[in-house]
């Protein structure tokens, strides 16, 4: 039961404001949906009032009853509480108390900051919301129509969004395509570096192998060093000496023969004319003796002359020739033999230093190529780094497009779902306003 408070019997009423302003402003503020007269509750006594006001008065303890039901749905009770703890009751009864005890002192109603604060309260007890959070609602509401006002192009805003995002997709998947292409090219790279590595490890072993030779070869030059090559290197320069010699030598014999030859022309010159006779008698003899006389003194080659007394000077000519001749095949003979045994040295000592310049110019060739696949390597080595800078930017790039794809389909999404509510909401006020 709600404690009422009594007022003593010896308590004068104030005069100051007449009971049917008030009765009247609480009616009206509860919606009382018939009109009462303010003569009525004047007089309250007379019979044409009595109904009216009673009529009132009924629909005030029907609105209460019906509110302490509510209440009683609300707020359940336990076994330890009574209604006199009952949250709302306790709000109203201070309210009443306030009220009261302000009307007391000043005559006048409750200001209204103190009924703010008193329906505050009951809105927090009943889980409404306060007057604070309804004036937020409303400036919520009135953000929402702006930004539904600005979004009333949603749909040209939704066919950029897809347009961009198109574009973004091709440009994802070229990245995409130029990664790939870019792996197929460091693969290849990586393949021509293991084979460049394979043929460093072959030139290397390569090296050894002719770095084992060369120093077998030194080796071998030490020892022979040291079996007497000196001796044979100073006997290499006397029979290179003596052979220059010889052939100085040869070019002064035959300077000589051609100055015999030259001075045997002249002779043949002064017997060209029986030269003819003596050809003619030559080709007549049939001996086999006489026919390799007559070919090794070569007599029918010159016949300028005429006057040739061959009793007088043929025999002597012949003679000449024949004891230059032999004298001249001893001394080639002599000459080539020497050349022989020089020209086989030479060639042994050739053959060696050939062998030693082979070796070096394998060495020359193996360290240009060792060179070359270094300068392979740095520049591989070089050429990783970018590489792998560019393909690092381009998956940035790709995640920066996926990135800003995301977020224009988050815009898209979050858009979509506020003009969905928009329109729920828009919907479920009409079907309002028709009910």
Request: negative net charge; glycine residues 4%; proline residues 3%.
């Amino acid at each position: 039961m709600r404690r009422n408070r009594s007022l003593p019997p010896n308590k004068q009423r104030q005069t100051t404001v007449s009971i049917p302003t008030p009765m009247m402003r609480i009616l009206r503020t509860l919606n009382y949906p018939h009109a009462l007269s303010r003569q009525y509750l004047a007089t309250p006594g007379a019979a044409h009032a009595w109904p009216s006001i009673l009529g009132a008065l009924n629909w005030l303890r029907e609105l209460v009853l019906e509110v302490d039901e509510k209440l009683e749905q609300i707020h359940p009770f336990d076994d330890e509480q009574t209604r006199s703890e009952e949250p709302i009751g306790r709000a109203f009864h201070e309210m009443h108390i306030a009220a009261y005890q302000h009307y007391r002192s000043s005559g006048s109603e409750l200001p209204p900051h103190i009924l703010q604060e008193f329906g505050d309260q009951v809105n927090c007890i009943l889980n409404c919301p306060s007057s604070e959070e309804w004036r937020q609602t409303e400036e919520r509401l009135k953000q929402l129509e702006l930004q539904l006002t600005s979004y009333a192009d949603g749909d040209n805003q939704l066919a950029e969004f897809k347009a961009q995002l198109t574009e973004l997709d091709s440009a994802v998947h070229a990245r995409t395509q130029e990664i790939k292409h870019v792996e197929a090219q460091l693969q290849s790279l990586r393949t021509e570096l293991d084979e460049a590595k394979k043929t460093e490890a072959d030139q290397i072993r390569t090296n050894k192998d002719l770095k084992k030779r060369l120093n077998a070869i030194k080796e071998r030059l030490r020892e022979q060093a040291k079996a007497g090559v000196g001796a044979q290197i100073q006997e290499y320069q006397m029979l290179k000496e003596r052979y220059e010699s010889r052939i100085k030598a040869k070019g002064e014999l035959q300077e000589e023969v051609e100055q015999m030859e030259l001075a045997l022309s002249r002779r043949e010159g002064r017997i060209a004319p029986a030269l003819d006779d003596y050809n003619r008698l030559v080709g007549t003899i049939r001996a086999a003796d006489y026919e390799e006389i007559a070919k090794g003194c070569d007599l029918k080659i010159q016949t300028y002359r005429m006057g040739f007394d061959i009793t007088k000077e043929l025999p002597s000519l012949i003679d000449e020739v024949t004891v230059f001749r032999e004298h001249a095949r001893n001394c080639v003979t002599q000459v080539e033999q020497q050349c022989t045994v020089l020209t086989r040295r030479i060639t042994e000592t050739c053959e060696l230093i050939q062998n030693l310049e082979t070796v070096e110019q394998l060495m020359r060739i193996t360290s240009a190529k060792a060179a070359f696949l270094d300068g392979i390597e740095k520049k591989a080595v070089a050429f990783i780094p970018i590489f792998r800078n560019f393909v690092a930017s381009l998956e940035l790039q790709r995640r920066a497009a996926e990135d800003r794809a995301n977020m224009f389909r988050d815009c898209i999404r979050t858009f979509t779902e506020r003009m969905e509510k928009k329109i729920d909401k828009v919907l479920n006020d009409a079907e309002i306003e028709n009910n």
